[in-house]
């Protein structure tokens, strides 16, 4: 355990970003995963920092600042995150710095509600988890795998620590000094290589340094240790690879998306209804409807969405998907949802796109009932 005053210890963080951000060896772009929670927040402003202390001249690695819109994110955590790019955009921008702010999403065919409205996924629960692939890993991924493709490899830079969680410290360590220096090889992305120069913080340290320095991008970190002090605790955070996929969706991810049928009951949105935000009470009984509708018969179609019957081993029947008027149950009661929160939950594109594949399932029922 290092013992030494907070100040020294960052100082030799921004040190340690500073040499790998010029290290010749490994010159590829970094690519820094920012979901605005706290321990990307602390990588982010040791990245930033690392940068300020280069001479200009110096600076010829590109570094790509990444946020992942699930599109059903929790609106309170997308606010903070819109507002905190924003302000790294703009201190980007004046102070010359050569960064990229991003923001990836799922493809439109795969976001939550077209998947589940559109084409009648059941709610995805832990033995059906359809969502963190496609919401979280693949939209990261494509972009990490598309800079691989322009430059040869690319560096991920993540706020991971190895007190985090004992399953991701399972995962730090599996992969520790792969390659005899900093950087560890990814797990399933050839050519990416993971850079953790907060690995060795605790939660408090953490904490700490949030308190101890202005964020360097302008403004305070006090609006992230609200969010946290509403949410009650735990984050969800960068996923990359099915590995890591287990903190998603978990009591420990408080930060996940607010329709998160995988939990059992919805933690964030909850805590910011009990410290008084009660705009958000129907978007919880919604995720609650959602939860309870899911195994009812009346709502399921008998067969798959390949056209037959299907059966586990022990021969019990496996429900297929939300039956097309289930699907426009759930559909209007969202948009009842939407109304009454006065924000956005679904985009007209993914509305249209539901009403397609509708159209589209019905034609091949009946198909089906003419054969
Ligand atoms: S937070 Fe829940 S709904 Fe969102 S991707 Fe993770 S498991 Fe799926």
């Known amino acids: 355990m290092d013992d030494r005053p907070i100040a020294d210890r960052w100082q030799d963080i921004v040190q340690h970003v500073k040499e790998e951000y010029l290290s010749e060896t490994q010159a590829y772009p970094w690519i820094v995963g920012f979901s605005g929670g706290k321990d990307s927040t602390v990588v982010a402003h040791a990245v930033f920092e690392a940068l ?97 493709s322009a430059h040869g490899a690319a560096i991920v830079v993540l706020g991971v620590r190895r007190t985090e969680s004992i399953r991701r410290m399972q995962t730090v360590n599996k992969y520790e000094n792969l390659r005899g220096s900093n950087l560890n090889e990814h797990s399933s992305i050839a050519g990416a290589y993971i850079f953790r120069p907060i690995l060795e913080l605790s939660t408090d340290d953490v904490w700490e340094l949030l308190g101890s320095f202005p964020a360097p991008w302008g403004g305070t970190h006090t609006k992230l240790f609200q969010l946290y002090r ?95 008027q289930a699907r426009r149950e759930i559909l209007e009661r969202l948009l009842q949802v939407q109304s009454e929160f006065g924000g956005q939950l679904i985009t007209d594109d993914e509305v249209n796109l539901i009403h397609k594949f509708w159209a589209m399932d019905l034609q091949q029922q009946e198909g089906l009932a003419n054969v």
């Open 52 to 148: 300020l202390s280069i001479p200009p001249s110096r600076r010829n690695r590109p570094v790509h600042i990444v946020s992942n819109d699930t599109m059903v994110e929790s609106p309170l955590v997308m606010a903070h995150l819109d507002s905190v790019t924003t302000l790294i955009e703009g201190a980007v921008e004046g102070l010359g710095l050569p960064m990229t702010v991003a923001r990836t999403k799922p493809d439109l065919d795969k976001t939550f509600w077209v998947l589940l409205i559109g084409k009648g996924y059941p709610s995805p629960n832990s033995q059906m988890r359809w969502c963190t692939d496609r919401l979280k890993i693949q939209p990261t991924s494509t972009y990490i795998k598309d800079n691989i």
């Open 230 to 324: 509403d949410a009650e605790g735990g984050e969800c955070p960068v996923v990359l690879s099915k590995d890591e996929a287990p903190g998603c969706g978990t009591k420990n991810s408080r930060f996940g998306c607010w329709t998160c049928t995988v939990v059992e009951k919805d933690k964030s949105l909850q805590g910011f209804i009990d410290s008084g935000q009660h705009a958000y009470k129907p978007l919880v009984a919604f995720r609650d409807w959602l939860v309870d509708i899911r195994n009812d018969p009346a709502r399921r179609s008998a067969i798959r969405r390949n056209g037959r019957l299907t059966f586990d081993l022990s021969g019990k029947h496996i429900p297929g998907p939300f039956t097309i």
